[in-house]
């Protein structure tokens, strides 16, 4: 019996459905990769007494073999977003299943 569809990454990742294309640059080296896999920017915003803390952790959840070999520090444009640059808080995190979460920050310049 065949796998069912979304149990395929590249047809689950597929940018003519929901998933859109991040552009990484490696930081030194000037390496650029395009990158397909769904973007999200969540938003929290804590009230922690007379303290409100506004945080977003913009995460980039594709294929881990798409990203072996990004460091922290790359850059990142997601298309769609445009004047916005990002950069990797940290290396990939693989999840065991194939797939990988990005985890960006936004750059101010």
């Known amino acids: 019996m065949p796998a069912p569809a979304w149990e395929n990454l590249d047809d689950f990742l597929s940018v003519d459905d929901f998933a859109i294309v991040a552009t990484f640059t490696r930081q030194g080296s000037g390496q650029v990769r395009q990158v397909r896999g769904i973007f999200d920017e969540q938003y929290v915003d804590a009230d922690l007494g007379e303290y409100t803390m506004d945080t977003g952790e913009p995460r980039l959840t594709c294929k881990e073999a ?44």
């Open 66 to 109: 798409d990203v072996v070999g990004l460091k922290k520090h790359d850059a990142c444009t997601i298309a769609g977003i445009p004047g916005v640059n990002y950069e990797l808080s940290h290396d990939p995190v693989p999840d065991g299943t194939g797939t990988a979460v990005v985890r960006l920050e936004r750059v101010f310049e």
